[in-house]
């Protein structure tokens, strides 16, 4: 599913940096269902902020494994580096934004805020 925004204009960054972090959200996304829920993307804006967000209907992410979550190495997935959300979070914050957490066990939601530097 989506629901992205109409209002949003082309905005400074790196688009294969940027391109490499929803990739990884979006893969996260699609594992944590495991073939059997709903993975929706989002984008809007909020002041002078433009976000997306990737959201899932999985298990959620347990809260032991919250405060590590962007650390490197750290994963709960059989096959995973746990190099994923990491190398996001250092590019999201060297474009001078933030990454959002909400998980619940019905689900995650993260949501990518980057600043609007429109050209």
Known sequence: QSRLAQELKPFQ????QVRQVIWNVLLN??????GAGVVTV?????GKRAFFSVSD??????????????????TTKEQGTGL???????????HGGQ?????????????????????
Do not use: H, W
């Open 99 to 119: 990454i959002d957490v909400q998980s619940g066990p019905r689900g995650t939601t993260f949501t990518v805020y980057l600043p609007c530097l429109e050209v």
């Open 29 to 34: 996304a699609v594992q944590a269902i495991a």
């Open 84 to 94: 994923g959300l990491a190398i996001a979070d250092r590019i999201i914050q060297s």
């Open 57 to 74: 209907t999985g298990p959620g992410i347990a809260q032991t494994a919250m405060a590590n979550l962007f650390k490197p190495f750290q």
């Open 42 to 46: 989002a984008t809007g804006k909020e």
């Open 13 to 16: 960054m790196d688009p294969d």
